[in-house]
């Protein structure tokens, strides 16, 4: 797919991530990303954010792309490839981690949905699935320097790991929450963040944009489908952020 000057590889069905990352990111400003000197990406997908993050990021910045979905891990990777010019001239240190973000380092079951954004991981090796090994975030933030900021999208595991994580020399983080909202809200509170809710609702506005997609089949589609939904659905995407206070 054809963005401006972007060449993506992605799913089919990932257009959401491309709303929500490309063309306006829900979880951090270009300004907080070019002030970060590491950008951690829980839940890459195809990489969509680590793009942007690439895009705006600061010359030497460290970014860190999560996924364990091996599928989308290719993409990721093909995508990467494609700004090699630009991380090169940047001097960035662009690390990829075929892994689920949990509570612990084990391997434990990743179940595909029909739906590519909404695999999610569970403990155990039992279930429909395929076994994936799993990071502690814990482990993760120790490959960041400097002012850290983490984005995370983990599809409903994102109270597992920040219960039992420490997080505590992380500037911000954006989570967008699957679960219990004031769960998440205590959990990054307790850890000495200041929090704020943002709602993102996904309107028909973006259909204008998707006609401008490469190849035009496929934005005129989407275009299509999103202008629809907007006015049946009225989908909003829910972010919580926590910041140093």
């Keep these: 797919m054809k ?37 951690i990406d829980l839940g890459a997908h195809h990489c969509s954010f680590t793009i942007y993050s690439i895009i705006k990021s600061s ?31 940047k001097e960035l240190s662009v690390k990829i981690l075929n892994r689920a973000v949990w509570d ?62 420490n997080i505590k020399d992380v500037h911000k983080i954006a989570v967008e929450v699957h679960g219990d909202l004031n769960t998440i809200i205590e959990i990054l509170r307790n850890q000495g963040f200041k929090t704020y809710i943002q709602h993102h609702k996904i309107g028909k506005e973006l259909s204008a944009t998707w006609l401008r997609i490469k190849p035009r089949s496929y934005g005129s589609l989407i275009a299509t489908y999103r202008f629809v939904v907007s006015q049946i659905a009225k989908p909003t995407v829910t972010i919580v952020k926590g910041m140093r206070a």
């Excluded at 699935?129 to 990071?135: E, H």
Aim: hydrophobic share 40%; charged share 20%.
């Design 59 to 89: 010359p030497g910045s460290t970014i860190i792309a999560v996924e364990p979905n091996p599928l989308a891990i290719k993409l990721c990777i093909d995508n990467i490839k494609a700004l090699s010019w630009l991380i090169s001239k």
């Design 104 to 165: 612990s380092e084990e391997t434990i079951n990743l179940k595909l949905s029909w739906w590519s954004e909404g695999s999610h991981v569970s403990s155990g090796l039992h279930g429909n699935g395929i076994k994936v090994k799993a990071i502690t975030l814990d482990n993760i933030i120790k490959l960041a320097r400097g002012k850290t900021i983490i984005k995370m999208d983990i599809e409903g595991a994102e109270y597992r790991v920040l219960k039992n994580s």
């Design 3 to 39: 963005i401006g000057p972007l060449s993506l590889h992605v799913f089919t069905d990932g257009f959401g991530s491309i709303e929500e990352n490309i063309f306006d990111n829900v979880y951090f400003t270009s300004t907080e990303i070019k002030e970060a000197n590491t950008i």
